[in-house]
């Protein structure tokens, strides 16, 4: 059984928004982060929230990305402004063994969710 479940992936042209949800059905502790993954090439960490609200992001994605949580509807969201065909790929919620953030540690995961930009 699926625990976190990503939605919201589509198609966009470069500069537009997108929101990504992530459902999490078993549990609301450990810290929650969003990963990316470009076509031919690793997962990396973006975005990072706490159990207590918290947020950390890698630099690709300051400025633009907005992390939320809502720890009573158990979502995760990424709010994706200013687009690039650089954030093309697939985006993964996953759920850190820790409270704290970083991009190691995790032990659920997603099957995530395609993000196209595009004109």
């Known amino acids: 059984q699926l625990q976190l479940v990503e939605s919201g992936g589509g198609l966009v042209q470069p500069g537009g928004s997108l929101r990504l949800s992530c459902t999490d059905s078993?549990?609301?502790?450990?810290?929650i982060s969003w990963f990316h993954q470009a076509p031919g090439k690793e997962r990396e960490g973006g975005s990072c929230i706490r159990t207590g609200g918290s947020t950390f992001y890698a630099d690709s994605v300051k400025g633009r990305f907005t992390i939320s949580r809502d720890n009573v509807k158990a979502m995760v969201y990424l709010q994706m402004n200013s687009l690039k065909p650089e954030d093309t790929g697939v985006y993964y919620c996953a759920r850190r063994r820790y409270s704290s953030c970083g991009w190691t540690k995790y032990n659920y995961w997603g099957q995530g969710t395609q993000v196209t930009v595009s004109s």
């Open positions: 078993r549990s609301t502790s450990g810290a």
